[in-house]
């Protein structure tokens, strides 16, 4: 229930036409203290209206306003202040949250509508950096958040497997490498190879011809070419999809950047059709300059084709295939004139779904204060970091609870929950320095405390014995202790909203560290298992907060286990 709704409306009904329901909506505030109500309503833009001071516009209005939805209505400093029914809101959260369970919070926004995703979309050969972890977390979270408000989303993988940079592999591989080194640790050393390849052609600048030159081939299927693209790009897929495996996120679609090369020509066509594609010294461009953007490149002179040329064919091939209601793209902030780019071009084409290409970028990662780079070789391993995570997790379960069952797998659960959380807990354009024990912490606002949190309920539940109760509509709570937690179990609806309007997984990722904060509070000031007339209800709470946790941290992309 938005009982934001309910005062707009109440409001209304005693100011009149001086404001809409919709400005009463957007004065409503939460006051910071709980004394002050559970909302209040400033009356200062009233002052005008009325002609009389604040707070006697405030006292005459509470004089008239129907007082059956409140506990009580006071006017203070120039503030309504609204105090709910406690026993009729506790009703009817914990009905709700016990009827629908992990459907509490599902909305319908998205009509059914397709949203594809480009996520995660690292680039062989490469090995998968701290920068790609960002892009699959966030990614991962949109769309579960995306199709919990009601849309289809289709996942992405945007693999970077086309472009220059292979042409200069093979010929730094022709050059130096040999096939038994690549077999034993094929990223490594294929990473070694461009390395190595970007400091000799620093030198040699006849390599970066050659390189472009194999590139081409590699366009023109040449066998050689293919051949070797075809065996580095396996090779690290299955790089991949170990990463993959221990985030247990999967993808609807892999289909990269190689799989619009036999793709681009139409529309490359249309856009001479349309006297879109200048010639410039030999290469092909669309200007933008009405953009305030720099030209496209769409084709080198040598007609080989660039990355936006690509992300145009896949564009287009995304509103073929998914007549999506809007097209997003999880890539970091960095590319963002990429973006502008593309979608400029293709409203320059006519394309009004132009519109529903959106960037979400995301805030860069460092490392001791300077950019990450592969070329430079300066880069965190992303597999590395989730194993130290787990080992760590691993460790701590031997001293604590050496008991548990299904150690490993609670050992995965717990160290990638720290992970993704210390990553999705802040808003997403926050740049962050890497320090792997800030990222590795199981205490404080991380994930593993609030998988802790919920651990705790199930057990608590085990311990009373509970099961549903085939009657759960007359559980109701009226302490000052449980109202936080079920004020803050009534928000989760309007936080998944919040989160899918401002495609931000930490709004959700605050509002669990703060659930789990009041519950743990609650927890330790109430006990919940004494038997009383009132046990029934403080389970049915317990059981609450499990449930909007475990959806929670579903919609993160974090799993929970019972026991840890
Ligand atoms: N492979 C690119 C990179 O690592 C990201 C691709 C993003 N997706 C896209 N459609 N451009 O920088």
New binding site residues.
Partial sequence: MNYKNQIAQDLHSVIGEHLSEQEIYQFIEVPKDSKHGDYAFPVFSLAKIFRKAPNQIAEDLINNIPTTNYEEITAVGGYINFFLRKELVSETVLETVLTQEEHYGDAEIGENRNVPI?MS???IAKPMSMG?LRSTVIGNSLSMILDKVGFNTIRIN?I?DWGTQFGKLIVAYKKWGSEEAVKDNPIEELLKLYVQFHEEAEEDPELEVQGRLWFKKLEDADPEAVALWEWFKEESLKEFQQVYDILNITFDSTNGESFYNDKMDPIIEELENQSLLISDKGADIVDLSAYDLNPALIKKSDGATL?ITR?LA?AEYRINNYDFAESL?V?GNE?SDHFKQLKAVLKEMGYDWSEDIKHIPFGLITSGGKKLSTRKGNVILLEEVLQQAIKETKGNIEEKNPELENKDEVARQVGVGAVVFHDLKNDRMNTFDFNIDEVIQFEGETGPYIQYTRSRCISMLKKAGWSMPEDVNHLSLNDVDSWEVIKALNNFPEKVVEAYNKYEPSVLAKYLIDLSQKFNKYYSKVKILDDDSQKEARLALVYSVSVVIKEGLRLLGIESPDMM
């Fill in positions: 480009d979309s690292p680039n790609h945007h970077g990355y992300d896949a793209y890539v590319q």
